[in-house]
């Protein structure tokens, strides 16, 4: 990463995320910069603050002066966090605030990023690729302000396959397992090449399954009207959501 970061020409820019939580970014660019640096998610730098808890809505701040305000389809803190980034990157070659937030405004997002699958019996499905604890944290985050605040009914209920490469070795199991603390009800699915135990990482935290067809027809007799259905995979997770909307 800091050969990427040497790359960088004098005249350029890294964006950066300032979040406090990303130390290895700060350890990155301590072995040096050659040039500008911008934040975001931190102050100095580009910075928001929420109009709606969900993201959907949002002010953009650059230090202490209030840049533009986005209202979009996106929710989730790290979809704040991409749109700041796109702000400290758009700047840097003349486009202007305010044409930032409009296209921003009218961007629907993007496949796969709590995407709404579909509804069947009062129940919501949605797909999202969200495969590493901060990601999980996020989304679910998100869409729990989004759909259940207020005192919305329904339950969050999440259901995850450990597919990447990093998830299969283990790499962020206990992290992973308290990534779900938002989620009313959690699945998990136990893959044959998965190297750990989902069962006694996640304890009574979660059901875990080694069948697909088992887990989805628990989850569609689990499932009840006003219910929120996130499956989380960075995979087609044998096509859990057509199969869970089909029994419902």
Sequence with gaps: ????????PH??????NGAPHET???RVLGMGAWSEVKHFNAAPGYSAKLLREDGSAFEV????KLQATVHW????????????A???AADHIGISAAQIAAGLNNFPGVKRRLEFKGEARGVRVYDDFAHHPTAIITTLDGLRARELGNGQAGRLIA???PRSNTMRLGSHAEETAAAFAAADVVYVYQRPDLSWNAADVF?????VFTDLPTMVAAIAAEARTHDHVLIMSNGDFGGVHGKLLAIL
């Design 1 to 8: 990463f800091h050969h990427l970061v040497r790359t960088v």
């Design 86 to 88: 796109v702000f400290a």
């Design 24 to 26: 290895a970014l700060t």
């Design 61 to 64: 701040w650059l230090n202490d």
């Design 11 to 16: 005249s350029g820019r890294l964006v950066v």
């Design 203 to 207: 304890g009574n935290r979660a059901q």
């Design 159 to 161: 259901v995850f396959e």
């Design 73 to 84: 389809a996106c929710v989730g803190q790290h979809n704040v966090g991409n749109a700041l």
